[in-house]
């Protein structure tokens, strides 16, 4: 039972390896964003570094066996959504695509939908005033992009705008009355 088990063991880490164990290293990335995100200081930045050097490890393993071998034969890591790194356009050395079968292109699995609700759902948000009229909200999305909610208000009126566009205007009245249930 013990040599079926390292058989199996040694057969999906082989795979795993096969697959393609280069990737955007979803949880790693986390754990960097925590290390920085933990203290202002870089000294105390590179002390921590110290502290999760098992961590890292240990991150570094799931990512390379678990998550960018996903995100291989999908084509996308499920944790960040974003595409394997070997799908990017770059200039090639080396040029066989237009000799190959068109299956063999593209990942051979349907994407993993992102972990979390939905297709973005909001790891951080922090609102900053710009003056007595108008509000930034500075969001950071669990997928690593950032955008910038604004609301301006104008008498009894607030408009809003994400990253610069328009997105609505709503009255005070209905901004309080949607506010609260919640309270």
Same mark, same amino acid.
């Given at each position: 039972m013990?040599?079926?088990?390292?058989?199996?063991?040694v057969?999906?880490a082989?795979?795993a390896?096969l697959?393609?164990?280069?990737?955007?290293n979803?949880?790693t990335?986390?754990?960097?964003?925590?290390?920085?995100?933990?203290?202002?200081?870089?000294?105390?930045?590179g002390?921590?570094?110290?502290l999760?050097?098992p961590v890292? *490890?240990?991150?570094?393993?799931? %990512?390379? #066996?678990? +998550?960018?071998?996903?995100g291989?034969w999908?084509?996308?890591?499920p !944790?960040?959504?974003k595409?394997?790194?070997?799908?990017?356009?770059?200039?090639?050395?080396?040029?066989?695509?237009?000799?190959?079968?068109?299956?063999?292109?593209e990942?051979?699995?349907?994407?993993?939908?992102?972990?979390?609700?939905?297709?973005?759902?909001?790891y951080?948000a922090? *609102?900053?005033?710009i003056n007595? %009229?108008t #509000?930034? +909200?500075h969001?950071?999305y669990?997928?690593?992009?950032k955008a910038v !909610?604004?609301?301006?208000?104008?008498?009894?009126?607030?408009?809003?705008?994400?990253d610069?566009e328009?997105?609505?205007?709503?009255?005070?009245?209905?901004?309080?009355?949607y506010?609260a249930?919640?309270?």
């Amino acid at each position: 039972m013990k040599k079926i088990l390292m058989k199996i063991g040694v057969m999906i880490a082989l795979s795993a390896s096969l697959a393609g164990c280069v990737g955007s290293n979803a949880v790693t990335t986390k754990l960097m964003q925590f290390n920085l995100e933990a203290v202002d200081n870089r000294y105390a930045r590179g002390g921590l570094n110290i502290l999760l050097a098992p961590v890292y *490890a240990l991150t570094v393993a799931v %990512d390379a #066996l678990v +998550f960018n071998a996903i995100g291989f034969w999908s084509g996308q890591n499920p !944790l960040n959504g974003k595409p394997h790194i070997f799908d990017t356009k770059t200039k090639t050395m080396l040029n066989i695509n237009d000799d190959l079968d068109p299956s063999l292109k593209e990942a051979p699995i349907d994407p993993i939908t992102q972990i979390g609700a939905g297709d973005k759902s909001v790891y951080s948000a922090q *609102a900053q005033a710009i003056n007595a %009229d108008t #509000l930034d +909200f500075h969001i950071v999305y669990t997928n690593g992009e950032k955008a910038v !909610l604004r609301g301006e208000k104008q008498g009894d009126m607030v408009t809003f705008y994400m990253d610069g566009e328009f997105v609505t205007t709503a009255s005070i009245t209905e901004l309080e009355a949607y506010v609260a249930p919640k309270a």
